[in-house]
């Protein structure tokens, strides 16, 4: 592909209807931000305008970028929205003052220089459309030039002179009511200087301090948000996960909230009311009208600046507290979604209950459901023996070779169940188990899709079916449940709701995208999330696929039912067809490419079969030799690279963590005890583990390294197999803490551990995974559900040599 710059576009707008002019600053000001040219911006936005997804350009049009990656061109598509947003609005800006007959070209150049939105209405707010303020009845009154006389003449007596704009008919009574009058249009006039107003924001930006008092007789009712009862902490400083547990104990009534600044500043004259002074040359010198002009000084900061700042700087908090919060489950999401996939091998999915029993479902390789049952080895029935029997049926049944279990309630119990079955059953045979983040099964097993998929199924049993699958390919299971109830993240019922799902979708397309899926085997669900495919284009591959057998080469995705030329460029190298007519259908290389790939098989003088996965023969040859006009160096560098290795998955290799044999609850776990768990959630404080007890433990960022660590995401992701170190249990608030160090340190955990894992939303007492009891999760404040862990094995296995060992085993078995 060619490559587009900056001087290719020479029309006079953009596709999006933006001057060319303003495309280009935008260009300039995105490239600035994301380390790139301003060319490699526009082509980009070309692309995208054009109707290309991310994945497809980050893949596909390397040459025409400049090879920006994912992660650059998303933020590009983010900033592109905001800015366009704001140049819509800079245009409205314009058009409503010049309609008021007020623009100037100092005015128009401070709109055209404005970087932000709050800039932008900042210097709007003068000549926005507001309801009559006191102001406006004041200048209605004839009062201005009385405001305008004492602010350029100070030395004039203010009752003197407001003797003369008395006027009852105007309802001037009296010289108070004209000074009062007068103040009002002043304090107006101060509060809607930009430049003025503009100063002060970032003056409370860097001096400003939130504080949190507890509202009298909420105590009980917030004890949640006991630490933040007396709390204060400079608003510039506030962490994400603090800051959002702030406004929800707010919004739930048990917080006061302010923003102040300057609080403990004895000076005659507030640094901030100083400010608005000194703009209009204001002091107290002994003139007749000092006092009263600072009088207007000070009420027009405590009146109107200090609440128009709070409320917009409490805003900005806010929002930069859901962005980072959004940021931090768009990571998780992504490692949860790329774990790695245990294989096509028949597995038993286990859902874990005790009254309700046992469910079991059996799926085979390619994750149809074969077999269900239930079984009630626990309380109040015990039937040990015949849930035993029904267990070993299904397995001798169905050549059973993975056994996954739920990590939910009573998931240790079956877990040891399940061992006590697999020990009747000789080594060369036995299946090996696993234990797996059900997280949104629940979810996914009442929803209409569950139903079209399994429609004479008990909704119970489909949870057992998709613990289950997920184990087989955690990917394609969990892009059938809504991101935000995989439970990954922090405050995920806090934050925009339309920003949560816009990020965590772009995760599931980028993650769907990365691996690319069969085009015979995949689910509408799963082909939904390829580039250039919705969720009708993909059922209608679904259905041609089943009307014509199996798809032999992605040409025939030509002949599904409105699937047009561009749907098709955009998904066609995403979509893998296995033992079909043409060998590079298997691999990532785009069917645009297919002749390039030729040429290069050809100039080895043997067929693709035989080169595909020679990769002593494609190193020796020189990728330059092969671009063209059409193909650079990027795209064939990449088409060696596949060919090296086609149709390779970059999840990595499937391990378990190994749980120790009697360590099943909370008060099993003592100080110093060696761990080895399963990263479920990092947040921006630390990160919590799994090791089997139904509760998550806490790493605390101070924790998790020898080294100072600044960001968890450096340390760990979800889904990491960690050795950790117990440093303190608190069995009745459920709290355990744990250090990753060498040298293990129990000093100030108590401490940190408290004010960060206490903040609601963080991981509340009672909570399990990103779920479970307490705000954030499935008690109050939160519907999220069950979240936790990543897959691991049970304690009975030996290690992850062991356990990779015995899966070879099992699937070697399952071919033969």
Known sequence: MASVTLSDTSSSTSKAGIPADTALRIAHRIADEIGCKAGQVNAAVQLLDEGSTVPFIARYRKEATGGLDDTQLRKLEERLIYLREMEDRRVAIVRSIEEQGKLTDDLMAGIQAAETKSQLEDIYLPFKKKRRTKAQIAREAGLEPLADLLLSNPARIPETEAAAFVNESKGVADTKAALDGARQILMERFAENAELVGRLRRYVEDRGVV??????????????????????????????????????????????VDLTVDADDVSPVAPAVKMVSDTYAIADRGRPADAWLMEAARFAWKVKLALHLELDLMGVLREKAEEEAIQVFARNLKDL???????????????????????VAVVDATGRLVDTATVYPFQPRNDVSGARATLLALIAKHKVGLIAIGNGTASRETDKLTGDVLADIPPAQRPVKVIVNEAGASVYSASELAAREMPDVDVSLRGAASIARRLQDPLAELVKIEPKSIGVGQYQHDVNQTKLARSLDAVVEDAV????????????????????????????????????????????????????AKAFELCAGFLRINDGKEPLDASSVHP??????????????????????????????????????????????????ELEKPGRDPRPEFKTATLQDGVEEISDLKPGMKLEGTVTNVTNFGAFVDVGVHQDGLVHVS????????????????????????????????????????????????????????????????????????????????????????????????GNNALAAALAAAMNKKRT
């Open 211 to 256: 504080q949190a008092k507890l509202i009298d007789g909420m105590a009980e009712k917030g004890a949640k948000f006991a630490d933040y009862f007396d709390y204060s902490e400079k608003w510039s400083k506030i962490p994400s996960h603090r800051a959002l547990a702030l406004f929800r104990g707010r919004n739930e009534g048990v917080l006061s």
């Open 337 to 359: 979604l790329l774990a790695a996939p245990a294989g096509a091998t028949t597995t038993l999915g286990l859902d874990p209950g005790i009254r309700t029993g046992v469910k």
């Open 513 to 564: 995208n990365a691996v690319g899926v069969d085009l015979n085997t995949a689910s509408p669900a799963l082909l939904s999330r390829i580039s250039g495919l919705s969720e009708s284009l993909a059922k209608a591959v679904v259905d041609h696929r089943e009307s014509i057998g199996r798809f032999n080469s992605r040409s025939q995705l030509k002949d599904v039912p409105r699937l047009g």
């Open 592 to 641: 645009e490419a297919y002749p390039l790939a030729k040429r290069i098989v050809k100039a080895c003088g043997r067929d693709v079969r035989q080169i595909m996965g020679d990769s002593s023969l494609l190193k020796g040859l020189d990728p330059a030799d092969y671009t063209d006009d059409k193909f650079g160096l990027p795209t064939v560098m990449d088409i060696l690279s």
């Open 703 to 798: 924790q998790l390294a020898d080294r100072f660590v600044d960001d968890p995401h450096q340390v760990v992701k979800a889904g990491d197999i960690v050795k950790v170190t117990i440093l303190e249990v608190d069995v009745a608030r459920k709290r355990i803490s744990m250090t990753m160090k060498s040298q293990v340190d129990y000093q100030g955990q108590r401490e940190r551990n408290d004010r960060d894992r206490s903040a609601p939303g963080g991981r509340a007492p009672g909570a399990k995974g990103s779920g479970g009891k307490g705000p954030g999760g499935r008690g109050p404040g939160g519907n999220g559900p069950k979240g936790g862990g990543a897959p691991k094995s049970s304690g009975g296995e030996s």
